[in-house]
């Protein structure tokens, strides 16, 4: 009966952590914490006046995130050197990791995120580009539109 009581104590103390460690993760401090982590392991440069971020919740192994960030002009990015300036040689590319990336999406049933038009890419904007496996696997790209000074972020794992 003793080890019964233990086992059940035991049980008990473990519920409440579990229980305390949902509510940590659903408070406003983790949550805050845990998007300057993505902002700081993006990459994302500072200076922003708005964003609007979607990643995969379910996301583990095989996933896709989408961001965007608003900038009041260019001067995070002047002075930034893993970015470069889009060539008329890099747009086919650039156009083929927006396509995969928005089928992605489709197959992920979540367009309703996805606004990116891959129209708006000129020679001149400014990118990032790191590639880590070949064929779209994993990749991350940061592009930025001159034109509406917004800066978008994609994360494909597949």
């Known amino acids: ?3 019964l009581k233990k086992i059940l104590i035991a049980l008990i103390v473990l519920l409440l952590l579990a229980a305390a460690v949902i509510c ?6 983790y949550l805050e914490k845990r998007h300057k982590v993505f902002l700081v392991s ?16 379910d996301g583990w192994q095989d996933f896709v995130d989408y961001a965007k960030f608003l900038y009041k002009d260019d001067s ?6 893993e970015y470069g300036k889009v060539t008329e040689a890099d747009i086919p590319r ?11 999406m489709k197959v992920e049933e979540r367009l309703k995120e996805y606004d990116f038009d891959p129209s708006c890419l000129d020679a001149g904007d400014l990118f990032r580009l790191v590639e880590k496996y070949p ?7 940061w592009f930025f539109d001159s034109q509406t000074l917004t800066l978008y972020y994609f994360h494909a794992n597949i």
């Not at 940590?24 to 401090?29: D, R």
């Not at 993006?42 to 919740?57: A, L, N, T, V, Y």
């Not at 650039?94 to 992605?104: E, S, T, Y």
């Not at 064929?135 to 790209?141: K, T």
Request: glycine share 4%; no cysteine.
């Open 42 to 57: 993006r990459k994302i440069p500072e200076g922003f006046i708005s964003s609007e971020e979607h990643w995969d919740q």
């Open 76 to 81: 995070a990015f002047a002075v930034d050197p």
């Open 94 to 104: 650039l156009k083929g990791f927006f396509d995969n990336f928005r089928q992605w």
């Open 1 to 3: 009966m003793a080890a």
């Open 24 to 29: 940590i993760l659903n408070s406003e401090w």
């Open 135 to 141: 064929n779209y696997d994993d990749y991350d790209i």
